[in-house]
């Protein structure tokens, strides 16, 4: 029982579980996106409708919601990238040079520290 106690309360757990509920919210927040951007899109370009779930090709009735699945996709998947990889690639390599740095400080410490215990 005390194993158990000790998985819950661990830090990774809890991290997992928010990670899980904001990847959720932001999941629904995505898609209200896409849904925008398809109603603009459309209005756009003269009342254009993406939904293909009526389309049939060659007898094939599964090919509409594919095609609507397909097109949801890519606009999710460039608004998850331009929205938040980029952003957070660009982030992180402006504060990991800062802490590349510092490594490289404390490697340099610790070789002089070696080179001085090497000559005693």
């Known amino acids: 029982m005390?194993?158990?106690k000790e998985f819950l309360l661990?830090?990774?757990?809890?991290?997992i579980a928010t990670g899980l509920i904001i990847a959720t919210a932001f999941a629904s927040v995505v898609t209200a996106f896409t849904n925008?951007?398809?109603e603009v899109i459309?209005?756009?370009t003269g009342g254009a409708d993406f939904n293909f779930d009526e389309m049939e090709i060659f007898g094939f009735q599964t090919v509409g919601p594919f095609l609507t699945a397909l097109v949801a996709f890519i606009i999710m998947?460039?608004?998850v990238?331009?929205?938040?990889i980029k952003p957070y690639t660009a982030l992180k390599a402006r504060f990991q040079t800062e802490e590349?740095?510092?490594?490289?400080?404390?490697?340099?410490?610790?070789?002089e520290i070696r080179d001085?215990?090497?000559?005693?």
């Open 36 to 38: 925008f951007l398809l």
């Open 2 to 4: 005390k194993g158990f």
């Open 100 to 111: 590349e740095e510092v490594v490289e400080e404390h490697i340099e410490l610790l070789r």
């Open 77 to 79: 998947a460039a608004a």
């Open 116 to 120: 001085s215990l090497k000559k005693a």
């Open 10 to 15: 661990q830090g990774n757990l809890v991290e």
């Open 42 to 44: 459309g209005r756009l």
């Open 81 to 84: 990238y331009f929205g938040v």
